[in-house]
């Protein structure tokens, strides 16, 4: 097989990437479902968060599981076990050069790191796409990602169960209504990574440990550089790690930050500013604290300011809020609007609710709360996934017109790590920061990829 692709030739190569799908049946671009209804499903990294994926699609009345594949067949043996009429694979690659045809939709499950290269590898060969949160490790990955899925429009979808969820959709709806006034601060704050992972001052492998013979090392790093193996990266630790994953922001923030991006359609960041503690060139930072700026739009005449706090640092002195409240939650979200405020202990935006909660009965108490003008989401983003790849229609977190620049968004909050105490100017239109040339080169993928794990065609 030949993978090999420089990136300036991946680059070149993704302008013609409308044509290469043109000889592809309507129904695998989602114009029309499959034929008899039934989805040939594949998973990358079904072991781990995969899991969710596999019994997901295996309950999906409507979806078959004709292939897995995951770096680690000891991880993955659950999924392998209870499906043995699907066919298995370590590497993606393989699959697709053996099964392209007999494959519809693939759901990308595995480290940050191979979210990009696994996604657009799914999407040059033709197939729906759902990829777990966050939707690719850079922000030059969420502008590619964007392209070459708005020249193919195949069905994508990031997997954010807020999103496929009310609670942005209740925030917005008692924005229309007046209830809140204009939107002024979003305050989110989360116990990460202290409670599952570590990130600070930590060294990177010396090559004293070896990989579990069930786990293909080389093709566990992907893309990213080689480097010795260590249990605190694999299977789960990777997140606190600047090659593989992206922070505590990165891994929440998809969750925390939807809330208040969907319901006021914020959109890219005018300004960002950030601080941290002391950092490597390994690891993230044991804490750090994110402001980002969105400019006026319709729901909000000023801008509005959102602040991220992570490592268990919380906010403190917000206008009419208790402080009792915030320090109850581990994981919450503060919205401060000029009438009345609104409080979520939910990391998926879920239990949204007016504060102080005694306004909340009360309103609720004289039917003052406007009635619902959007259907039951349902919060279940599998699903919803797997339906639009039957109905041949878009769902709301699809790539192209919000995941991409939402995951951007997202992202764009690791920059002040590297760049700490300074206000960091960003122009939305031309995807490019105004005072900083060193911001600038953050934007790209930090390191050099190997590119035979990169699609040669699109």
């Known amino acids: 097989m030949k993978h090999s692709l420089s990136r300036r030739n991946f680059l070149k190569a993704g302008l013609a990437a409308g044509a290469v ?14 034929p008899n209804s039934k989805i040939n499903v594949a998973i990358i990294g079904c072991g781990g968060r995969g899991s969710t994926s596999v019994h997901e699609a295996a309950n ?3 979806a078959n599981i004709a292939a897995l594949c995951d770096v680690d067949s000891g991880r993955a043996s659950g999924a392998f076990n209870a499906h043995p009429e699907a066919k298995k694979f370590s590497d993606y690659r393989e699959m697709f050069d053996k099964m392209g045809k007999d494959i519809d939709a ?8 191979a979210h990009f290269p696994a996604a657009a590898w799914a999407m040059a060969n033709g197939k729906h796409v759902y990829v777990e949160k966050p939707l690719a490790r ?12 708005k020249k193919t429009k195949l069905i994508t979808q990031l997997g954010n169960q807020g999103h496929a969820g009310d609670g942005w959709r209740l925030l917005r709806l008692w924005s229309k209504a007046g209830l809140l006034g204009d939107v002024e601060e979003i305050h989110h704050w ?28 080389k093709l566990w790093l992907n893309v990213a550089p080689d480097q010795p193996y260590a249990n605190f990266l694999a299977p789960f630790a990777w997140r606190g790690f600047q090659d593989f994953g992206t922070s505590s922001l990165g891994d929440m923030g998809c969750h925390f930050m939807d809330l208040g991006c969907s319901a006021f359609d914020l959109g890219l960041p005018s300004k960002i500013r950030g601080s941290r503690s002391e950092m490597n060139d390994f690891a993230w930072p044991e804490k750090a604290k994110v402001v980002y700026e969105f400019a006026p739009n319709k729901f909000h005449k000023k801008p509005v300011k959102l602040f991220w706090h ?24 503060a919205v401060i609007c000029s009438k009345r405020n ?12 007016i504060y102080p909660f005694e306004e909340f009965r009360a309103l609720k108490m004289d039917n003052a709360l406007p009635e619902k003008d959007f259907t039951d989401a349902g919060g279940n983003p599998h699903r919803e996934f797997l339906s639009a790849v039957l109905e041949g229609k878009q769902p709301g977190s699809n790539i192209a017109d919000f995941s991409a620049d939402f995951t951007a968004t997202v992202l764009l909050g690791l920059i002040p790590n590297f760049i700490p105490e300074k206000e960091l100017l960003f122009d939305a239109k031309r995807g ?6 060193e911001a600038n080169k953050l934007l790209n993928s930090r390191y050099a990829y190997k590119t035979e794990f990169l699609p040669s065609k699109i």
């Open 21 to 34: 799908f043109n000889i592809l049946p309507r129904w695998v671009i989602g114009k029309e479902p499959a």
């Open 432 to 437: 490019r920061f105004t005072n900083s040339k």
């Open 138 to 149: 850079t922000f030059w990955e969420t502008r590619e990602l964007k392209r070459i899925a």
């Open 190 to 217: 989360t116990d990460r990574p202290n409670v599952f992972w570590r990130q600070g001052l930590i060294n990177r492998p010396d090559g004293s440990q070896k990989p579990p013979s069930s786990l293909d090392w």
């Open 310 to 333: 992570d490592a268990r640092e919380k906010p403190s002195n917000l206008k009419n809020f208790n402080q009792e409240a915030i320090d109850r939650c581990s994981n919450g979200t």
């Open 342 to 353: 609104v409080f979520c202990d939910n990391s998926y935006g879920h239990n949204i609710r």
């Open 106 to 113: 693939v759901f990308v499950c595995t480290p940050d790191h």
């Open 60 to 62: 999906f009345a409507n």
